[in-house]
């Protein structure tokens, strides 16, 4: 299992940027699939996800601001980020889960100044 995230970088507050992670080794659709985060100081903690049979789930402080997409196909996952916040300056990491395993890319950095 590979996870390769990609599309980090920094942007000014209310802008937008676009995660992309291209997953290898395995098949999409039997995993839950989505991005974690990490800022300075605190716990990774999860950003959005797409459970294997299920619709996607959002953290409560990035509902409305972001949206989470799959392409099977493709064998990416998306993360498009809008209205962001100097608060949502962290790494940012690509996971995948299958019976109760975990895999994490590399993270990309997200940083939002002004």
């Known amino acids: 299992v590979q996870l390769q995230a990609s599309g980090g970088g920094s942007v000014q507050p209310g802008g937008s940027l676009r995660l992309s992670c291209t997953a290898s080794?395995?098949?999409?659709?039997?995993?839950?699939i989505g991005w974690y985060r990490q800022a300075p100081g605190k716990e990774r903690e999860l950003v959005a996800e797409?459970?294997?049979?299920?619709?996607?789930n959002y953290a409560d402080f990035v509902k409305g601001r972001f949206a989470i997409s799959k392409d099977a196909v493709r064998r990416t996952v998306a993360l498009q980020m809008n209205s962001l916040s100097p608060e949502d300056t962290a790494v940012y990491y690509c996971?995948?889960?299958?019976?109760?395993?975990?895999?994490w890319g590399r993270g990309t950095q997200v940083t939002v100044s002004s």
């Open positions: 797409i459970p294997a049979d299920g619709s996607a």
């Open positions: 080794g395995f098949v999409l659709d039997y995993y839950a």
């Open positions: 996971h995948a889960r299958f019976r109760g395993r975990d895999y």
